[in-house]
């Protein structure tokens, strides 16, 4: 069966720290990946999505990148977090969008 | 461009009470759209999903919603609230050949005793 890992599950970071968030997934291949970031009272918002290895799309301009360096593993990075980036980041996976997405647990960082 | 909209933030029902959430949806094609629960400080979880054959759908927890096309609507609802149905709900749509789901902004239910 299919499953999704994120890792941390809760990370606290003080302005200007290098950041890094991991997520892979199993059971599957080649999937579409996505990471998103709920801020409080701001609904989900899309990162960035891969449809293949070292392809990526940003959504929104920001201080956050990703990169996919293997198949099944999508990492979100920053060089220095801003205050503004405190949230709850959450990787997702798709093989067929006509299932929807699948979601990791989350990761509830706070930059102090 | 495609998106949804979620009527009511927030939702406060009391236990045993009808829930209704709403999401209303704009696309110039016939979408598949679908309903996520998400408890606190944990991902998203799928509770059911339009794919363009029963206009009814049936999900997990015993939540339900009706694709209806000529309101561009697809309303969830519960007969029966409980406790544990307190958590945000989020619409979402996705137009054929693209490669993202479009979120609506949620709405967090309260389940009142």
């Known amino acids: 069966s299919q499953t999704i890992h994120q890792w941390p599950a809760t990370l606290v970071q003080p302005v200007g720290s290098p950041l890094s968030l991991e997520c892979t997934v199993e059971?599957?291949?080649?999937?579409?990946l996505y990471w998103y970031r709920q801020a409080a009272g701001r609904g989900l918002q899309l990162l960035f999505y891969?449809?293949?290895?070292?392809?990526i799309s940003s959504e929104v301009p920001q201080n956050l990148s990703a990169s996919r360096p293997q198949d099944r593993q999508f990492i979100l990075s920053s060089k220095k977090l801003l205050l503004s980036d405190s949230g709850f980041y959450l990787c997702?996976?798709?093989?067929?969008?006509?299932?929807?997405?699948?979601f990791g647990s989350g990761t509830r960082l706070t930059v102090v | 461009a495609q998106s949804v909209t979620q009527l009511g933030s927030h939702v406060s029902v009391s236990e045993g009470a009808l829930v209704l959430l709403r999401c209303n949806y704009s696309?110039?094609?016939?979408?598949?759209l679908f309903w996520y629960v998400q408890y606190p400080n944990q991902g998203l979880q799928l509770l059911l999903k339009?794919?363009?054959?029963?206009?009814l759908v049936k999900g997990i927890n015993g939540f339900e919603a009706e694709f209806k096309k000529s309101e561009t609507s697809f309303h969830l609802t519960k007969p029966s609230a409980h406790m544990s149905d307190a958590a945000e709900y989020f619409c979402?749509?996705?137009?054929?050949?693209?490669?993202?789901?479009?979120f609506g902004g949620g709405t967090r239910v309260l389940v009142k005793p």
């Open positions: 997702a996976w798709s093989t067929d969008l006509l299932y929807g997405y699948t």
């Open positions: 059971g599957t291949s080649n999937p579409n």
């Open positions: 891969s449809i293949g290895i070292d392809q």
């Open positions: 696309s110039s094609v016939p979408p598949y």
């Open positions: 339009y794919t363009s054959a029963a206009t």
């Open positions: 979402a749509v996705w137009k054929a050949a693209g490669n993202k789901l479009t």
